[in-house]
Nanobody
Framework: VQLQASGGGLVQPGGSLRLSCAAS????????TGWFRQAPGKVREGVAC??????MITDSVKGRFTISRDNAKNTVYLQMNSLKPEDTAVYYC?????????????????WGQGTQVTVSS
């Protein structure tokens, strides 16, 4: 199983980015897939999660971030709008072996390599 996260970069406050998480060797539509982030000196936190029947978005990004999936491309996306400096972190995608969303990172078995998002003027 390989997850390839991409799409990070440097953006000004108020800007947008779309992160992608492409999977190989694993059918993402059958399992929950999440996005986590970790800022320097902080614990890893769940940002968004999608299963076949559920979507979870953490309160700090509700109304700004959306998670979606392209089953044909076996890819999960995180659209991030109205970005703030406090969104700066390394973003990771991860997937589980069950179709249940969670923000508890030990529930996730497979992880991508992380992509840096920096929001700064």
């Amino acid at each position: 199983v390989q997850l390839q996260a991409s799409g990070g970069g440097l953006v000004q406050p108020g800007g947008s980015l779309r992160l992608s998480c492409a999977a190989s060797g694993y059918n993402l539509p059958y399992y929950a897939t999440g996005w986590f982030r970790q800022a320097p000196g902080k614990v890893r936190e769940g940002v968004a999660c999608m299963s076949s029947s559920d979507v979870m978005i953490t309160d700090s990004v509700k109304g700004r971030f959306t998670i979606s999936r392209d089953n044909a491309k076996n890819t999960v996306y995180l659209q991030m709008n109205s970005l703030k400096p406090e969104d700066t972190a390394v973003y990771y995608c991860a997937t589980t072996t069950v179709d249940i969303c969670s923000f508890y990172y030990p529930d996730f078995n497979y992880w991508g390599q992380g992509t840096q998002v920096t929001v700064s003027s």
